[in-house]
């Protein structure tokens, strides 16, 4: 018994799971809607790419939460578990077949949507579409989404009911993704930060709230995605947010995408490091 065991037999699980399913062919269907609502309103894919990062960033993230939480504390509520750590199989061994299984569905969602996205594109828009941007476009995603069910799994491995998985994982959501992007002007990082530097009489720079904002890996993914629009930031207004050659911290590409990373390997380790302190009953 190893890690590829539990991989594959969670697969075995995942094929008969509606939520597997629904997770790639929602997620394909409304990408899909994207391009073809925005046929007769721009010439370029790689426009409407843009507006499709934001419903990756934002609206992925549910899709992915029925995924990943219960992925460890369904299995710790319902006795498999036992059963399974019973089985020559060490806590390390079925974390990382739980993590890599959730995290095959993410990407995977990722690749069938942009696939169909460009297929969409090259057929009916005006320019065609650039795969290698396509391509790179789904690379930076999926980078996002590992950060994103490396988080949430880490959650699940946290709890000892479903319901504090489930809440656990849509709490995270709220703050990591409409909290720290200011979606709600009343309840934000901003108005925290300015609570908080208010209190202590102190000056925080717009520099630093920004690199403090981009800490998320949502915000993080979406700033990132300057890789996929290199060459074409003057074609379009949207494409205003990004600010290359700038010296700010914040908005190199290359400490967004480390953002990302350090979230996956930071949630997975706090992750296993809980579950294997748990007292699995």
Known sequence: MSAYTVLRDDFRNARRSSVVLGVIGVFTVLTALVFVSEIDIYDDAYRTLFDVTMLVGLVFPLFLAPLTYLSIAGDRSGGAMKYVLGLPNSRLEYYVGKFVSRASVA???IVVAVFVGFVVAAATFTSGADPVRFLSFAAVSALYALAMVSIFVAISASSASRSRAMFGVFGSYF?????????????SLGTLVDAVSSLLGVTVSAETEELITMLSPATAYLQSTELVFRGVFDQYEAFGMFSPGSDNLARQAWFTVLVMVGWTVAAFGAGYAKFRASELG
């Open 107 to 109: 990407v995977a969602a």
């Open 175 to 187: 703050v990591l993704v409409p909290f720290m992007f200011g979606f709600l002007p009343v309840l």
